[in-house]
């Protein structure tokens, strides 16, 4: 798959793109101040492709300017554009680290979006975590994380409103190594309902 130029009202978005014909519902996800546009363990390659099956069109998102939150935010506020040129009106957002703080910013008060997932976020630039509702929010993190401590998650699920979800992956480091299909399950889990799409049968995991 190759990395693509979308046309955007924020400017070009470069991403990878996995689409499905005609779908009404889409998904954007962005990784961390690496510009992992994989996810760990290449848990966003999988998850675009199981939620493509199901009829929902996702955007991996490829920074412009990494570390840079106000350009990081415009990149997915234009990839929601981009959906919306193409029939998506329902999306969900997916952060890992410094991402979480992307699209906790893109996603507050934003009509198009039904919920904003984070994995191991940072506190910092998460200022608007209030504001996300009444758009679901699910908030994962692994316990053992050295980098970005779960208790940022712990703490913004505290202050963050209703509806409202704290995973703990436990002994997960911040790249939830050897913990990625739980984290796709439970990323599939909260975005099938939310996005309205039935979901396709799967064969299990375990």
Known sequence: MALTTLPTAYGPVRGYVHEAP??????????????DVDGPGGSYVRLAEALREDGCTTVRVSYARTGDL??????????????????????V?????????????AGAGHG?????????????????????APRSLLLVHGTADSVLSWSI???????????????????????????????????????VPLLGIPPVRRAPTW
């Open 112 to 132: 198009g979006v039904a919920g904003v997932a984070t994995l191991a976020t940072q506190g910092y630039d998460t200022a608007q975590i209030q504001s996300v």
């Open 153 to 191: 998650s712990q703490s913004l699920h505290r202050v963050a409103r209703p509806p409202k979800r704290l995973e703990l992956l436990d002994g997960a480091g911040h790249d939830i190594a050897g913990h990625e299909d739980r984290f796709e399950s439970l990323v599939l889990e909260w975005a």
């Open 70 to 91: 106000m350009r990081s935010v415009d990149d997915v506020l234009g990839a929601l554009d981009w959906l919306a040129q193409h029939g998506v009106g329902r999306s």
């Open 22 to 35: 005609g779908a009404e519902a889409g998904a954007v996800m962005v990784g961390g101040v690496g510009n």
């Open 93 to 105: 957002l997916v952060g890992w680290s410094f991402g979480g703080a992307v699209v906790i910013a």
